[in-house]
């Protein structure tokens, strides 16, 4: 074999060689946009079935504003205090026949003014099931809002935890974030939320707003002495980023909302006090 054929031999080689790589990348290129489109159409596809329960639940149920009359909680002396303009805001009530029928797992309502946190509030025996199906118990990686499996179905808890997934489109805690808003936060009617539950309509004061890597701290539901809760509320206090100034005890039963801020495990938290509540 002459150099000039070994040269032509070994060209038509590495051409093969380069055709196969070519065909190889392509071929993995082509998967991934695959794999895309189908995640893609799958989020789509969960999020349009959300939408059509929360269609369906704002037509079978009736959420609407009720009266003011309460029993006020742990009022404090000074008459000055925020507390008594928020004491003042009507309830929230909601007829949960309809929510049971469709879910007896339904334990609660939850609305926040100015986001798009109005749901019933699910409870089961861990803080798994939630995570990826729906009020309707179908699979859904859209979740539902649902409350932690060791916080009393009552919000009876030293510190009651509700958790969501922040969709894109704004379902679920989606809109949680805007809490963190210097906008929404200049509007006083936003800090406050509403809770049902099948015996009480309750108001929550908020009282601290942050981001914080993933931890177990923020989410301890029960406190073994008065001393140990008023050093996990100075630490939660400590954490606010909210332009308020709300004052807290060891007497008072707190509300903690917590969603994913990014997928590196960073947590969005409000965090509110109880202040006024009304039996059904």
């Not at 808890?157 to 963190?180: C, E, Q």
Request: hydrophobic fraction near 30%; charge should be positive.
């Amino acid at each position: 074999m002459t150099i000039e054929e070994f040269h032509k031999t070994l060209g038509t080689k590495n051409n093969g060689k380069r055709k196969k790589l070519g065909y190889f990348f392509v071929s993995m290129c082509f998967s991934v946009i695959l794999f895309s489109l189908y995640n893609i159409f799958n989020w789509y596809l969960d999020n349009s079935k959300i939408r059509q329960i929360n269609k369906e639940i704002e037509k079978s149920t009736s959420v609407y504003n009720n009266s003011i009359d309460g029993e006020l909680v742990n009022p404090p002396k000074d008459l000055s205090d925020d507390y008594y303009y928020y004491t003042s805001i009507p309830f929230y009530q909601v007829d949960f026949s309809k929510l049971i029928e469709k879910n007896k797992d339904t334990v609660a309502y939850i609305h926040i003014n100015n986001t798009k946190v109005s749901y019933p509030v699910v409870k089961t025996s861990d803080n798994k099931y939630y995570l990826n199906h729906s009020f309707d118990k179908l699979e859904n990686e859209a979740g539902w809002i649902f409350l932690d499996y060791r916080s009393n179905s009552d919000f009876s808890s030293d510190n009651t935890i509700i958790y969501g997934h922040a969709r894109l489109d704004g379902t679920m805690f989606g809109t949680l974030k805007d809490v963190l808003n210097k906008e929404w936060q200049k509007n006083k009617e936003n800090h406050v939320i509403f809770v049902s539950t099948l015996e009480e309509n309750m108001i929550y004061q908020i009282f601290s707003v942050y981001t914080i890597k993933n931890e177990g701290y923020y989410i301890t539901t029960n406190f073994s002495s008065d001393s140990e809760k008023e050093e996990w509320l100075d630490a939660m206090k400590r954490r606010n980023t909210m332009n308020i100034n709300t004052k807290v005890s060891s007497k008072d039963k707190i509300l903690t909302l917590s969603t994913c801020k990014n997928n590196n495990g960073g947590k969005i938290v409000v965090q509110a006090k109880l202040i006024k509540k009304q039996k059904r």
